[in-house]
Nanobody, 124 residues
């Protein structure tokens, strides 16, 4: 089993930045591809960003491309989401997920393990 715990969420003004962290424990962290998803009230959970097991490949939703950066530090068993130029539409609960090591995935059904989420609120 892999246990994932997100942190770093909070209340910010539009245009500000936040860095989310997802700390993993359990089975070997480096053997998993990782992803970030988000869900706002009344909305479906949507893909945000994904990264391969090695960190060599990344993929982003069009809505965050150029503003968000996903990265990982396998030595620290941690994946990050750097969020810049935040907009009110970015407000949501952000979830970290772990999936098979063979690729980079944008569908939530591709992931096997999920964290509890961290709240990001952006005021206008």
């Amino acid at each position: 089993q892999v246990q994932l715990v997100e942190s770093g969420g909070g209340l910010v003004q539009a245009g500000d930045s936040l860095r989310l962290s997802c700390e993993a424990s359990g089975r070997s962290f480096s053997s998993y591809a990782m992803g970030w998803f988000r869900q706002a009230p009344g909305k479906e959970r949507e893909f945000v960003a994904a990264i391969s097991w090695s960190g060599g490949s990344t993929y982003y939703a069009d809505s965050v491309k150029g503003r968000f950066t996903i990265s990982r530090d396998n030595a620290k068993n941690t994946v990050y989401l750097q969020m810049n130029s935040l907009k009110p539409d970015d407000a949501a609960v952000y979830y970290c997920a772990a999936g098979p090591s063979g690729g980079v995935y944008y569908r939530s059904t591709s992931y096997n393990y999920w964290g509890q989420g961290t709240q990001v609120t952006v005021s206008s």
